[in-house]
């Protein structure tokens, strides 16, 4: 019994590494990574607001930011280069 246990924790494991390895695929992860460049050039607070929000939304909900009611533009940059840095990360999983 307890090897039978064993064996399916194991099996688990494996389900979750599939899971985490098939997140973004490259072309929508590019996609993205333009959206973030546009956003940082955005001039227009409102908009680059609405872009952070669209950006965040494309991803997983397990990798969005809980990003507050009301935030700075020093926000918006920390923002994007967490979404950035997650995906970086998830391409070198691919």
């Known amino acids: ?11 688990q494991q494996k389900e979750r590494k599939k899971i985490k390895t098939i997140r973004i695929n490259k072309s929508s992860q590019e ?17 680059r607001d609405k ?3 669209s ?3 494309m991803l997983l909900k397990s ?3 809980s990003i507050p009611s009301h935030f700075t533009t ?3 940059n920390t923002a994007l280069h967490k979404i950035e840095g997650t995906l ?3 391409g070198g999983r691919e």
């Open 74 to 76: 020093e926000y918006v």
């Open 1 to 11: 019994m307890l090897k039978g246990l064993e064996q399916q924790g194991q099996q």
């Open 55 to 57: 950006i965040n939304s």
């Open 88 to 90: 970086l990360l998830l």
């Open 31 to 47: 996609v993205i990574i333009n959206l973030i460049k546009d956003c940082r050039n955005e001039q227009n607070e409102d908009k």
């Open 63 to 65: 990798d969005q930011l």
């Open 51 to 53: 872009m952070l929000h």
